[in-house]
């Protein structure tokens, strides 16, 4: 399959910055871009798509997910973040079956293309529903099965979460031409005991895994562990070798400069989860001084219960203000550093080196944000526009290697009133 754009305004990352080539064109054969251009290629193509009046970029990486958490959305959201997480959150998550958890996958992708995410890294239980209807999407995505365990007597050889997570690693690693990647993941250092987390790394340090874990969310947690350890969150994993493959911390809200020096050194990237931290009164992530000192870090949304939603646009507007009012200075953050986070550095942390921007060779991940809205002209700096102006509601068209997965409001592999009904179905059960 060959598509041609024509007559679009295309985001291009060049010598370290954003810049619009006006009115351009841009080719894609089977799940490549083969061209990007002011003049029009002399191949012949199976589909031209008009793009007046649209930006095309990179879709967005969406780091840090709990998809089927939509089925939670705004439930106890006023609440404090222990009651919120033990009276609310884990009762409905104890009544939750595959069946739930399809539907609640199936509902984040929906809201996810119609966002402009291209691919996401997830952390929740039943991966393999997850793969599945990630799969049947068209959507990319670095799925995990966490590992937690409370029990000190629990011995690694009895864990059924070790156990599911490399089968899980088994049947789905690179499926779909590499678009499901399976990672592995301990929830947390408040999670899980030493001995379950020592012995799961050591297996996925054997597959050279990419480990997705929580990191010093909050104060309690960070505080709480050097009490227990004598160490950080990240002096902990860092001593369990947690960091010897790859691996990425979302959150990173309370670490210490010791602990962004373990960072660095050890080549962990980091998911910086704005809304998140803020909804849940977690903290300012010191995310300038991590960018500073060269850590890689890209944007996440969380799941929707702590969120609530999966917008990466508005994940973007919010790192990008937050960090200049609290250290009272309008130059902390711009465009360039947020738009990249967003798409290149998220790409970077799911291991997809040829994605996460606009260039011939890349996987045409690529989306078309239209400007023909009111918030949206004049159009004098689209960088400014997409980071401070842009919704989800403005993305028109959201292609994953190559294939038109959603396009004008129309879902081109999934059956949004199917999901509605099950998601109806799955509200009656669990409320
Ligand atoms: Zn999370």
């Given at each position: 399959?060959k598509?041609?754009?024509?007559?679009?305004?295309?985001?291009?990352?060049?010598?370290?910055i954003?810049n619009v080539?006006?009115n351009?064109y841009l080719?894609?054969?089977?799940n490549k871009?083969?061209?990007?251009g002011?003049?029009?290629?002399?191949d012949?193509?199976d589909?031209?798509?008009?793009?007046h009046?649209?930006?095309l970029?990179s879709?967005f990486y969406?780091?840090?997910?709990?998809c089927?958490?939509v089925?939670?959305?705004g439930v106890?959201s006023?609440?404090?973040?222990?009651?919120w997480?033990?009276?609310k959150v884990?009762?409905?998550?104890?009544k939750?079956?595959?069946e739930?958890?399809?539907?609640?996958?199936?509902l984040?992708?929906?809201?996810?293309?119609a966002?402009?995410?291209?691919?996401?890294?997830?952390?929740y239980f039943?991966?393999?529903?997850t793969?599945r209807?990630?799969a049947d999407s068209?959507m990319k995505?670095n799925?995990?099965?966490p590992?937690?365990?409370?029990?000190p007597?629990?011995?690694p050889?009895?864990?059924?979460?070790i156990?599911q997570?490399?089968e899980?690693?088994?049947e789905?690693n690179?499926?779909?031409n590499?678009?499901?990647?399976?990672?592995?993941s301990?929830?947390?250092?408040?999670?899980c005991?030493e001995?379950?987390a020592r012995?799961?790394?050591?297996e996925s340090n054997?597959?050279k895994g990419?480990?997705?874990?929580?990191?010093?969310?909050?104060?309690?947690?960070?505080?709480?562990?050097k009490e227990?350890?004598?160490?950080?969150p990240?002096?902990w994993?860092n001593?369990?070798?947690?960091?010897d493959?790859r691996?990425?911390?979302a959150?990173?809200?309370t670490?210490?400069?010791?602990?962004?020096d373990?960072?660095l050194?050890?080549g962990?990237?980091?998911v910086?989860?704005?809304?998140s931290?803020m909804?849940?009164?977690?903290g300012f992530?010191r995310?300038?001084?991590?960018?500073?000192m060269?850590?890689n870090?890209a944007l996440?949304?969380d799941?929707a219960?702590s969120?609530?939603?999966l917008d990466?646009?508005?994940?973007?507007?919010l790192a990008?203000v937050i960090?200049?009012g609290y250290?009272?200075d309008?130059?902390?953050m711009?465009a360039d550093?947020?738009?990249k986070?967003?798409t290149?550095?998220g790409a970077?942390?799911q291991?997809?080196?040829d994605c996460g921007e606009?260039?011939?060779?890349?996987?045409?991940?690529?989306?078309?944000i239209?400007l023909d809205?009111?918030?949206l002209r004049?159009?004098?700096?689209?960088?400014?526009?997409i980071?401070?102006?842009a919704q989800?509601?403005?993305?028109?068209m959201?292609?994953?290697?190559g294939k038109v997965?959603?396009?004008?409001?129309?879902y081109k592999?999934?059956?949004?009133?199917?999901i509605y009904?099950?998601?109806e179905?799955a509200?009656k059960?669990l409320y």
């Open positions: 399959m598509t041609l754009f024509k007559n679009a305004d295309i985001l291009l990352f060049e010598n370290g954003y080539i006006k351009a080719a894609v054969d089977g871009i083969s061209y990007i002011k003049d029009e290629p002399s012949s193509f589909e031209t798509k008009d793009m009046g649209k930006l970029m879709g969406n780091c840090h997910n709990h089927p958490m089925l939670l959305r106890g006023d609440l404090p973040l222990n009651e997480l033990f009276n884990f009762p409905i998550e104890d939750l079956t595959a739930e958890i399809e539907a609640g996958t199936k984040a992708l929906l809201e996810m293309l966002g402009g995410t291209v691919s996401f890294s997830d952390m039943e991966p393999q529903v793969a209807a990630v068209g995505a799925l995990t099965r590992v937690q365990s409370f029990d007597n629990e011995e050889k009895d864990s059924f979460r156990a997570s490399l899980l690693y088994n789905w690179k499926a779909e590499d678009r499901i990647l399976i990672d592995f301990i929830h947390a250092e408040y999670t005991t001995k379950i012995a799961y790394i050591e054997k597959r990419n480990l997705h874990i929580h990191l010093s969310e909050t104060v309690k947690e960070h505080n709480e562990c227990k350890y004598g160490k950080t990240t002096e994993f001593a369990l070798g947690a960091f493959s691996a990425f911390a959150h990173c809200v670490l210490e400069d010791s602990d962004m373990i960072i050194q050890k962990v990237n980091v910086h989860n704005p809304t931290n909804k849940l009164g977690s992530a995310i300038p001084k991590m960018l500073d060269g850590i870090v996440g949304t799941g219960a969120n609530n939603n990466m646009l508005e994940e973007i507007h990008s960090h200049n250290m009272q309008a130059t902390v711009n550093t947020v738009i986070m967003a290149k550095n970077l942390l291991g997809r080196d606009l260039k011939v060779g890349n996987k045409a991940d690529i989306i078309a239209s809205k009111p918030h004049p159009i004098i700096d689209e960088k400014a526009l980071t401070y102006s989800s509601s403005d993305v028109y959201t292609m994953v290697d997965l959603y396009e004008n409001g129309e592999t999934l059956d949004k009133e199917k009904y099950d998601i179905k509200i059960k």
